[in-house]
C-alpha cells in the first residue's frame, strides 16, 4: 500500500482539527514533512472522492467535504489506491499440462474465491471504522492548538 | 502481493491430489505453465515455513509435510510473503511542524492503530480458512486424475 493512504489519514485529521479549512497542500505538506507535489496528488484523488473540496484562489485550498463521522478508512483507502484488491488471480488453473487437460472452467478459481472471501473481512473492518473514531483517540484541546499553529 | 502466494496454493493442492509427493520443481511448473525456477524459490520457502519437504536425490522433489487440513492460507501467505503488513506506517506525526511542536508521543498512532484493526480481520480471516476446505470445493475423481496425469 502506497504511503498516501497514510498521508490523506493525517492530512483529513489534520483539516478537522482546523475546523475544515481551505488550507494549501504546501501548509499541510509542511505540517508533516511531506513532498507538496505528491500531497497535493493525494489531494486531488481525495477530491475526486468526494472527501475534500478543492477552493481556488489565493486562500483557497482544500477543505473537508463532509464531516468524519462519515469518512471511512475504507473510503480513504479506496480513494488513494483505487483498486485495494490485495491478491491477484491469473487463472494459472488455466495454463500448463492442467489447463491443456482440463475442461474449460465454469466457476471463479477456488483458491481466488477463498482469498477474496479473506479480503472481503479486511474490506468489512475498514469500512467499520471512521475518521472521528480515530479522531476520539487523539483529540485535546492541546492537540488542535499544535494543529492549527502548524497550518497557519 | 506476489504472484508467488497463487502458485504456491496451486502447487499445495496439486501434490496432495495425488498423494503428496514428491515431485520435482520442474514438473510443479511445467503443471501450471509457470517459471521452474521462481516456483523452485516459493517450494524453498514452503520448506522453510515446514509446509513440504524437500527430498533430495534422483527421485526427489517436493512433498506435502502435513495433510491439507493443518495448512490455512495465513500459513502460506506468511510462508511465502514473510511480512504481511498491508499498511506501512512512517510515523509522519513526528515529522514536520505538528511533529517538531508536539511533545514524544508515548504510544501507537491512532491511525497505524486503526489500520492494524483491520489487517488483523484479514489474518483471522486468511487464519479461519484451511486448503482442505478449497479442496472440498473443486475435488472429484476426474480432476485427481488430470492432476496425475499432468504430473506425470
Redesign the interface.
Known sequence: ?A?G???A??TL??LDMIGGGPVGSGQL??????SASYLNKQLQQLARAGLVVSVPGPRGGFRLARPLEDIT?LDVVEAIEGSTK?????E??C?????A??PPPTGAC??N???R??????Y???AA?TLA??RA??DSPS?RQ??R???E
Chains 1, 2 share one sequence.
Open positions: 500500500m504511503k493512504v497514510e498521508w489519514l493525517h485529521l489534520n505538506a509542511e505540517a508533516h514533512g511531506l478508512l490485495i491478491f491477484h488471480c491469473t494459472i488453473r495454463g500448463g499440462r492442467i489447463g487437460l482440463s477456488a483458491v474465491a477463498a482469498m472471501r479473506a479480503e472481503q473481512a479486511w468489512q473492518a475498514l471504522q473514531e480515530i483517540e487523539v492537540v499544535i494543529v499553529s502548524a497550518l
